[in-house]
């Protein structure tokens, strides 16, 4: 069973940094994407970042130059590393991967539990 784990979270003052990691286990294949959505209190989920087997990065409009996502493929892991935080960045930061078993026609979309961010103007 696949399960995604993610660590690093916590509480930081404005213009520190943090950094998230998320590791895959279960898995025996390689994932298409990994990335990181957050949720505010009150808010919809929104991606911040993702990234594919092959590196090509996205980023959500509102952490372009402040954060960056980084992929270990073969260790199915996933960073986030966030600069720059601003109070606007609190939320709940979820871990997220999809990709197609082996053994399956279809594709799945995995997620972690979530990860606390706080960010004190």
């Known amino acids: 069973q696949v399960r995604l784990a993610e660590s690093g979270g916590g509480l930081v003052q404005a213009g520190g940094s943090l950094r998230l990691s998320c590791v895959a286990t279960g898995s025996t294949f390689t994932f298409d994407d990994m990335g990181w959505y957050r949720q505010a209190p009150g808010k919809q989920r929104e991606l911040v970042a993702s990234?594919?087997?092959?590196?090509?990065?996205i980023y959500g409009d509102s952490v372009k130059g402040r954060f960056t996502i980084i992929r270990e493929t073969r260790e199915n892991t996933v960073y986030l590393q966030m600069n720059s935080l601003k109070s606007e960045d609190t939320g709940v930061y979820y871990c997220?991967?999809?990709?197609?078993?082996?053994?399956?026609?279809?594709?799945?979309?995995?997620w972690g539990q979530g990860t606390q961010v706080t960010v004190s103007s």
């Open positions: 990234i594919t087997a092959a590196g090509a990065r």
């Open positions: 997220n991967a999809d990709g197609r078993p082996p053994s399956s026609a279809l594709a799945y979309d995995y």
